[in-house]
């Protein structure tokens, strides 16, 4: 989907407003305290802007997140995409920063900068120290009112958003559902794509864009968040020097005050371009976030959409012939919308899918959901909730949605009120709004009576915030020392069961929330049981979690939202792996819930139908799409193994065959003559008890066997064969470009560090890498260009990948920009001081990922599987920041090269090309 989602800047990835009369920080007031809800402390400054504080002294990390109270809500004509636009271009530097992405990467940082319809916002993470604070604050301060914002900058930068406009155009579903909405909303902007016209990026004046920043990038329209370890009295201080000297605007903010007149009739939208699913959607006009009934809709959306058990999915997807369901209702500022898409395969029938969609809907009032449904659905919600509170960093990010509909606390306030919602209220709002004279699906009936929906306003946010206290705040953890001595004294390992199945590392400590995050993996089979049977082997995972033979499919979903857990279960012809995050005391029943999932599965056939349905639709979505044509045939071309091996690559044609071919007999048969717990590995990171996991361990698996023993399937190396291959996509205004070249090189070769960090330099990094300097921010040919480096731990083969997003028409340019940046590299190679940059943000972001007990789930896991301790990354990490110049250039010459690679283009190079044409 595409119209829905917040543009950013990553994908994948000024002097000309001098600030006139400052007022110096010492001479202005202190900031004032405002009120303090559930941790998060909110404070004012003189000049109107708003800062929240969140201090969590157990994690490592801050984050820095500004947010502007602009989208393309406030856009005028022909300023459409302008905010997104604005987005850009403030990474483009200030006198005191002119190179934004440079230091964001010296500095470790995390960025990103996204748009939508009612804020922008931008934020840093990074490793949080005294220096990184303050840098963080003083970029934020200057370019809210010195970026530069100049027209050459403009000039290409205009081509890389126009490049992002291109590539959603791929997305027949996401330009269907742009249609949708334009026709449901007349005049409000809600009904515009905040990426905005093609016509309006390439012709608006530079005038018009530094106007706009001009008027609401200012500090009374912003909302800055700190959140993460840092001492609040150190940060007011920073903040205040500064913010502080910025002054107050004299000019006014008028509040935006369109409003969409009462729907009077059904509309209908078609668009007819090439694909391969079928689309339906729907649309109806509901409450802003803020109104009481939004929380009311939001428990109906979930009961409607949820899968297995919604009642929308039961009717077009389980009982019907649709092969997707999803459907959302965003909390915007004003009266917003509530959408719902379904995909249906070409052979079968649209309008009957969209009658089954309508009939539903329409009669909600008479066949309303259940008790059972409205809880599961208030569950599912506020276990999302609590599950976010318990990050810092996350909860700073996630202020900004709640911000841009008028007040933070709108957050708490909406899960007060969800937690209040009654199968009353679902059954009101359904009947309210869910009208089909409120619906924009297509066809227009005449009616003699129209039964209208009325929209209602909320005018004074205060009714609802004014001294609003919301509740305890979340107990903080521990001040954790991520470094990797650390990590190894304070881990735990050891094994368990009955011959030493099972193997563990556990890293325990306090956390915010008492959190914990864990990966459970079985290492399973051998060459020989998968030869032939990799398709079926690729399906075990998700069958896995669709019913047992102690509960359904809705039932362990149902087990998880009481748990508060999540679980993610996916598994190939070798390995089966569970990623868990739960709370302390949850985890041990997590784990019994698995070992039920692992050994006693049931493979329901209702289950494996629809999971086949949905896998034709998906791969009948790929053939027309440029992306997933280069990269399959990249993984085609990287892995020259016999049809039957399982490293084998189908086509598109072969996926389709295999999978119409594949029975549940075939994957329970898989299962049962392979899995087993005869190696498994276990690792956690977090707030845990580390007998109760171990004991759960060893209840759960401790006797479990396997039918064959493992062993690993080697990878070998095999050079790629250096050829140009240029695929058509009709119709397509958005192409892929990638280069791939295979390595004989391991994790323990002598020019592993060289090549990582050579890579980072390349492509690796944020905006400042040599190739996204070039193509992206030189040029603007491309909004997501990069390159990827990785090798084996235990085989001799590495891969060197680039890839890039661009018009078909700059096909040529975009192919000579990258060799001429590759054979640079290679005959010039990097300074000096690009690999002292490079080394400081490498390290810096390693201690960031080590900070994350996600992430060091993973890594411990992978550590006990290679038979290692953190000692191995702080010896990679020595060799790292030993690497002179000369080595780092000597590994790229001798490795990186264009004329080994094999490059892929998939794009509709005929239509650019005939019009190239005399």
Not at 15 to 29: E, K
Not at 123 to 138: C, P
Not at 761 to 776: D, E, Q, V
Not at 794 to 820: C, G, H, Q, T, V
Request: charged share 25%.
């Amino acid at each position: 989907m595409r119209y829905n989602r917040t543009f950013s800047l990553a994908a994948c990835i000024c002097c000309l407003f001098p600030v006139s009369g400052v007022v110096q920080a010492q001479d202005a007031a202190p900031p004032e305290k405002i009120t303090t809800v559930e941790g998060v402390t909110e404070y004012r400054l003189d000049n109107g802007l708003s800062v929240l504080l969140f201090p969590d002294q157990s994690v490592p990390t801050a984050t820095v997140n500004i947010t502007y109270k602009v989208g393309s809500r406030h856009e005028a004509y022909g300023e459409t995409g302008m905010a997104h636009l604005l987005e850009h271009l403030v990474f483009k530097g200030t006198p005191d920063h002119p190179d934004i992405p440079q230091e964001l990467t010296e500095h470790g940082a995390r960025p990103n900068g996204t748009t939508w319809y009612d804020r922008t916002n931008y934020f840093e993470t990074f490793s949080a120290t005294d220096e990184n604070l303050e840098w963080a604050l003083d970029l934020e301060a200057d370019r809210m009112v010195n970026s530069f914002i100049a027209k050459e900058d403009l000039e290409s930068e205009m081509t890389v958003v126009r490049n992002e406009f291109e590539s959603g155009e791929n997305d027949p579903g996401g330009v269907l559902m742009e249609r949708v909405l334009s026709s449901a909303y007349l005049w409000h902007n809600y009904g515009k794509s905040t990426i905005g016209s093609k016509a309006d990026l390439e012709n608006v004046p530079i005038e018009r864009l530094q106007g706009f920043y001009r008027k609401y990038y200012q500090p009374d329209n912003a909302v800055l968040v700190v959140a993460g370890k840092f001492d609040p009295d150190r940060v007011l201080d920073l903040v205040q020097e500064k913010f502080g000297s910025i002054p107050r605007p004299e000019r006014t903010l008028y509040p935006t005050y369109t409003r969409e007149p009462v729907q009077d009739g059904e509309r209908f939208v078609e668009l007819k371009r090439v694909g391969d699913v079928q689309v339906v959607q729907a649309a109806y006009h509901i409450p802003a976030g803020p109104h009481p009934d939004y929380a009311a809709i939001a428990v109906l959306m979930n009961t409607l959409t949820d899968e297995p058990n919604g009642i929308l999915y039961k009717a077009l997807v389980e009982n019907g012939n649709a092969s997707m369901l999803w459907g959302f209702a965003p909390a915007l500022a004003e009266p917003g919308f509530a959408f719902f898409n379904a995909n249906v395969l070409k052979e079968n029938d649209l309008g009957e899918v969209e009658t089954k969609l309508k009939n539903t809907l329409d009669s909600l009032a008479m066949n309303p959901p259940t008790e059972e449904q409205v809880k599961r659905a208030k569950d599912g919600i506020l276990k999302n909730f609590e599950l976010g509170q318990r990050d810092a960093n996350r909860v700073g990010l996630q202020m900004s949605g709640y911000i841009a509909q008028g007040d933070w606390r709108l957050g708490y306030i909406y899960r007060d009120r969800v937690e209040q919602v009654t199968l009353d209220d679902v059954v009101r709002v359904a009947t309210q709004y869910f009208k089909p004279q409120n619906r924009t699906v297509g066809r227009f009936y005449p009616v003699q009576a129209p039964d209208r929906a009325t929209i209602p306003e909320v005018n004074d946010l205060t009714a609802f915030t004014e001294g609003y206290e919301g509740r305890e705040a979340i107990a903080e953890g521990e001040e954790f020392d991520p470094s990797y001595d650390n990590i190894d004294s304070r881990t735990v390992t050891g094994t368990l069961g009955e011959a030493g199945n099972i193997e563990y590392m556990l890293l325990p400590k306090e956390t915010r929330g008492n959190s914990v995050n864990a990966q459970l993996r079985f290492n399973l089979g051998n060459l020989e049981a998968a030869t032939g049977r990799s398709f079926a082997a690729g399906y075990i995972g998700r069958m896995l979690m669709m019913g047992t033979e102690k509960y359904s499919r809705q039932e362990i979903q149902d087990k998880l939202d009481e748990l508060k857990a999540r679980v993610n279960l996916s598994g190939d012809e070798s390995m089966s792996i569970a990623y868990i995050e739960a709370e302390n005391e949850k985890l041990p029943a997590v784990i019994d819930l698995l070992g039920e999932i692992m050994r006693h599965p049931t493979f329901p056939e209702e289950e494996f139908a629809k999971m086949k349905k949905e896998g034709l639709a998906a791969i009948e979505e790929s053939r027309s799409d440029p992306q997933a044509i280069v990269f399959t045939e990249m993984q085609r071309r990287t892995n020259d193994y016999p049809k039957d091996h399982p490293f084998y690559v189908r086509t598109f044609d072969e996926q389709v065959e295999a999978l119409k071919a594949l029975t549940v007999a075939d994957v329970k048969a898989y299962y049962d003559d392979v899995y087993g717990g005869a190696n498994i590995i276990f690792s956690a990171s977090g707030d845990m008890d580390a007998d109760a996991v171990t004991e759960a361990l060893e209840r759960n698996f401790g006797d479990w066997t396997s039918p064959v023993p493992f062993e690993r399937i080697a990878r070998t190396y095999e050079p790629v064969k250096a050829e140009a291959v240029k695929i058509e996509t009709p119709d397509k205004a958005n192409a892929w470009f990638v280069a791939v070249q295979t390595l004989p090189v391991s994790q323990d070769h002598p020019d592993y560090p060289a090549l990582v960090l050579g890579n980072y330099m390349l492509g690796g990094g944020f905006l400042n890498s040599r190739l996204a300097t070039r193509i992206r921010q030189q040029d603007g040919l491309s909004y997501g260009v990069g390159s990827q480096f990785g090798a084996s731990a235990l085989d001799e083969r590495a891969s060197f990948m680039s890839y890039a997003i661009y018009n078909p028409e700059n096909r040529e340019a975009l192919e000579k920009a990258f060799r001429e940046e590759i054979d640079k590299a290679r005959t010039e190679g990097f300074t000096a001081e690009e690999l002292a940059a490079a080394k400081s943000g490498w390290v810096q972001g390693q201690a960031v990922s080590r900070s994350q007990d996600r992430s060091m789930a993973g890594d411990l896991g992978n550590n006990a599987y290679l038979d290692r301790t953190m000692q191995w990354d702080k010896k990679l990490e020595k060799q790292m920041m030993s690497l002179t110049p000369e080595q780092v250039n000597a590994a790229l010459k001798k490795y990186i090269d264009v004329d080994k690679m094999v490059i892929l283009r998939a794009g509709d190079f005929a239509k650019t090309e005939s019009v190239k044409r005399p």
